[in-house]
């Protein structure tokens, strides 16, 4: 919008994301950053608590990371988007041309741009579809450019035999997990039958029973795959914990295993359990996938299931344990999709205390080693650390992780330059047709 960009807009930037601090936006990542001094106009400086921070450049490329206008952005509340659109407060490849929340948004090429990464195209039409099938025929009939993230398994499997459409695939790195609510859950700390051995055996029980494979083949027809780690595979640090600890010891569910753990903690069966998920916002075969997941943990009696579902807006305020409430569900649905390629962002936005899970979780000894591998500089030490986090949360069990997905783009024939890469990405200003 032509104002200057001093080191003060740089200090505004990150101290607002802080100030704000939605629960459900990138606070989290900035756990690390003490302070943010502006010099002067040129000179900034971080103050990160982790002496050698290995984790600070990723995150300040990372959606917590863009550097806003004073002038056009609130210092301690979200503004609104007409405001954004109308003060044209980006500096970007592009300009923000106009914006309708869960419809639209529009760019045109930012011609001022100086940065490494100038538009190749003159503008790009953003369309949110709120129903997977849809998109699926506005990309068949040309009418959609590129179909990124929305598309159904099922459609993707399809479109792969559409001469007139490309398939993209890029290197996973997003996830489908379980949460528990550590308030409400059965026997959980708000409960009247409150008892912390009796609510992990119900943790520990539900995780023997899970069906990963079944899941992937059955619901996803293959474009997820079982995850067991709680660090998805290529990253440093994996390890499949979960599939020796729990089940058979080969991935699949072993239910008197089940049985035995709720039995030792003395819980009663069949354990009634309340478990929530999302339709609109984790896609259309998320019905497939908790009724499959129902079905699992029903087997031999241990559990009987309300399976419920709610629309995202609702959902997403009412699973989080706040200060004011305890949550509305005890085991619910949650996804993830890194903000940076690294192994930290699989650990401190789900288990570092001011977590983006919300779920009433807090382990000193494993926020006491997620803070240390953050600052440890030695590769072997680091993995190390990295691999004894995930066991224990593999007994803790505050998520259980099911699946790891791949980058899917479908375009059309003509459509060149997607790229799909371990940034996890969609990098519009390099798409020509």
């Known amino acids: 919008n032509g104002n200057d960009l001093p080191a003060a807009d740089v200090k505004f930037s990150f101290d607002r994301i802080k100030k704000i601090n939605d629960p459900t936006g990138p606070s989290s990542l900035l756990a690390n950053i003490e302070s943010v001094t502006a010099k002067d106009d040129t000179t900034v400086v971080f103050k990160d608590s982790v002496p050698f921070d290995v984790t600070l450049k990723q995150v300040l490329s990372s959606p917590a990371g863009p550097i806003v206008d004073e002038d056009s952005f609130s210092a301690d509340k979200l503004t609104d988007a007409d405001t954004i659109v109308s003060k044209n407060a980006f500096a970007g490849p592009y300009k923000l041309t106009a914006f309708k ?42 009418q959609v450019d590129v179909a990124y993230r929305s598309l159904s398994p099922t459609d993707i499997e399809d479109l792969s035999k559409d001469s007139k459409v490309k398939v993209v695939k890029g ?52 474009t997820y795959t079982p995850m067991y780690s709680f660090i998805p595979d290529g990253l440093t640090g994996h390890e ?16 008197e295993k089940a049985k035995k753990v709720l039995e030792d903690a003395g819980v009663k069966t ?30 031999g ?21 706040t200060d004011d409430s305890d949550g509305s569900y ?21 288990f570092r205390d001011g977590n983006f899970v919300n779920n009433g979780y807090a382990n000193k000894e494993v926020n006491d080693l997620i803070v240390k591998q953050a600052g440890e500089k030695d590769a072997t030490a680091r993995e190390d650390i990295l691999k004894q986090i995930q066991k224990l949360e593999t007994e803790d069990l505050s998520t259980i992780p099911l699946l790891q997905g791949a980058q899917v783009a479908v375009t059309g024939a003509n459509v060149k330059g997607v790229t799909l890469d371990a940034s996890f990405r969609f990098r519009y200003a390099s798409v020509t047709k």
């Open 101 to 142: 929340l869960n419809e639209s948004a529009a760019y045109a090429k930012n011609d001022s741009y100086k940065g490494l990464t100038p538009a190749k195209n003159t503008a790009v039409q953003v369309k949110y579809f709120a129903d997977a099938s849809n998109l699926k025929l506005a990309v068949q009939q040309g």
């Open 171 to 222: 290197p996973g790195g997003e996830e489908r997990f379980l949460a528990f609510n550590f308030k409400i859950q059965p026997y959980g700390e708000s409960q009247p039958d409150a008892d912390a051995a009796k609510a992990k055996a119900v943790r520990q029980a539900v995780a023997n029973l899970i069906d990963r494979e079944e899941l992937s083949t059955k619901v996803y027809k293959g």
């Open 240 to 255: 499949d914990t979960l599939k020796s600890a729990y089940g058979d010891g080969n991935g699949k569910p072993s239910t």
């Open 270 to 299: 069949p354990v009634d359990l309340k478990l929530q998920y999302n339709n609109d916002h984790y896609g259309s075969s998320s019905a497939d996938e908790y009724a499959a997941i129902k079905t699992q943990l029903e087997e």
């Open 301 to 321: 009696g241990l559990f009987k299931v309300d399976l419920q579902s709610t629309e995202w807006t609702q959902y997403n305020k009412e699973r989080n344990v």
């Open 330 to 350: 005890p085991v619910y649905q949650l996804g993830w999709f890194p903000d940076y390629s690294d192994p930290d962002n699989y650990l401190s936005p789900f």
